[in-house]
């Protein structure tokens, strides 16, 4: 049995990174083109543990268990109580679009019709928070508890401890249809869960940031003054994610500028003037550079490497190779002569891309939309954030 749980657990685990690779892909300026994800992540889940790009609002991490528990008295087997569970995860979409605040919503396009249920998304933060009893708890899991259950109160109560965190809020009577209400996060509602997260993330920069409330207006980790005002390891990792996500800019800006270069040699016209959009950029960021000179020639990438080591995956020998020479080269690149830096990022990318590489294959240069992971590292903080705001709103309500 142990095994089998083992295996589910990784299963689910693999399909919500495959989701989040799949929703990076979709978005142009996040692309992972020259492969860095891996770093990438490693340092997300050093800053923010238990969340992903998927991520939307914070009470999903209850509307998610009351899903389950409001499932458990309406079926003896196993499919009955996954079926019901289902369709409460359904008619949620639907109850919250009648609460008015559609942001966030998952399913706000599809309807009731979502192939991926917010349960599927929110699973790791479920886990990592400690809102189901166990961290190797899946879904198939948490319904055979409530399988096994009898229908009366009492034993239902049990069956609560066994599934989910026993000091889980009860969900509201009527829930999911008549009751759901919006994303707001009632005061105690806040409080339990800034309890879950505090627990979960402790040592960590979220877990500095669960108890001081971040600008939601931040653009970065590493421009939010509360998150500058963390200490020990928590900074250190954010001083890493700063450099790391400057330095990978770079790279993205070069490439996006070699793409351009041969994409007005080759007469496309749709994108307008990208040579010299990217070529203005990358001297931005060699201006940047310069200011950031001492922070970067006192890296200590010794330490960079062992946090990233300490993750939850490995960094491939080629990607830790690729980056050491990235961060070398990156401190003396001078827009001025780039054949150096040019070298490196051809090869990198056929040697990450293969077939695919756009430097390479005609038609993917043709259908360049000007941005192949053009933007600026952010390691989810534009998700992270929104969770924050959700909660410390909710902390400071007035109501219960």
């Given amino acids: 049995m142990p095994s089998l749980v083992a295996w589910l657990d990784a299963s689910s685990e693999d399909q919500r990174r495959m989701r989040e690779i799949v929703n990076l892909f979709s978005e142009r300026d996040s692309r992972d083109e020259l492969g860095f994800g891996q770093v990438r992540d490693a340092l997300s889940d050093s800053l923010f543990p238990g969340t992903s790009t998927l991520l939307t609002r914070a009470r999903y991490m209850l509307l998610i268990p009351w899903c389950f528990t409001a499932a458990q008295s309406t079926g003896r087997s196993a499919d009955d109580i996954s079926a019901a569970v289902a369709a409460n995860e359904r008619n949620l979409i639907l109850a919250l679009r009648k609460g008015g605040d559609e942001r966030g919503l998952l399913g706000r396009v599809a309807g009731a019709n979502l192939k991926t ?117 928590p900074q250190q990792v954010l001083q890493h994610a700063k450099l790391f996500s400057f330095a990978a800019h770079g790279a993205a800006l070069l490439y996006n500028l070699m793409l351009a270069e041969q994409y007005e040699s080759a007469g496309y016209n749709q994108i307008v003037a990208p040579v010299d959009r990217y070529s203005d950029r990358l001297r931005e960021w060699q201006q940047e550079r310069d200011l950031l000179a001492d922070e970067l020639s006192s890296w200590d990438r010794t330490d960079f490497w062992t946090n990233i080591d300490a993750g939850s995956g490995s960094v491939a020998p080629r990607s830790r190779m690729f980056v050491n020479d990235w961060l070398d080269a990156s401190l003396v690149l001078d827009t001025h002569d780039l054949s150096g830096g040019r070298d490196m990022i051809r090869s990198r990318e056929r040697q990450h891309k293969g077939a695919q590489s756009r430097l390479t294959n005609q038609k993917l240069l043709q259908s360049w939309q000007g941005a192949s992971g053009a933007g600026r590292l952010a390691f989810r903080w534009p998700q992270v954030n929104q969770i924050l705001t959700d909660l410390h709103d909710g902390l400071e309500r007035t109501d219960a």
Wanted: net charge negative; charged share 25%.
């Fill in 117 to 233: 249920l917010p349960s599927s998304v929110y699973w790791a933060a479920l886990r990592k928070y400690g809102i189901l009893s166990s961290p190797a708890m899946d879904r198939q899991d948490a319904i055979a508890f409530d399988a096994a259950s009898s229908v009366s109160d009492a034993e239902i109560d049990n069956d609560r401890i066994g599934a989910w965190s026993p000091t889980l809020p009860l969900a509201p009577r009527g829930f999911p249809s008549e009751s759901a209400g919006n994303f707001d996060l009632s005061r105690s509602e806040a409080n339990w869960l800034r309890d879950r997260m505090a627990e979960g993330s402790e040592g960590t920069l979220l877990g500095h940031l669960v108890e001081y409330r971040p600008e939601a207006a931040s653009a970065a980790p590493w421009d939010d003054p509360t998150s500058l005002e963390a200490t020990g390891a």
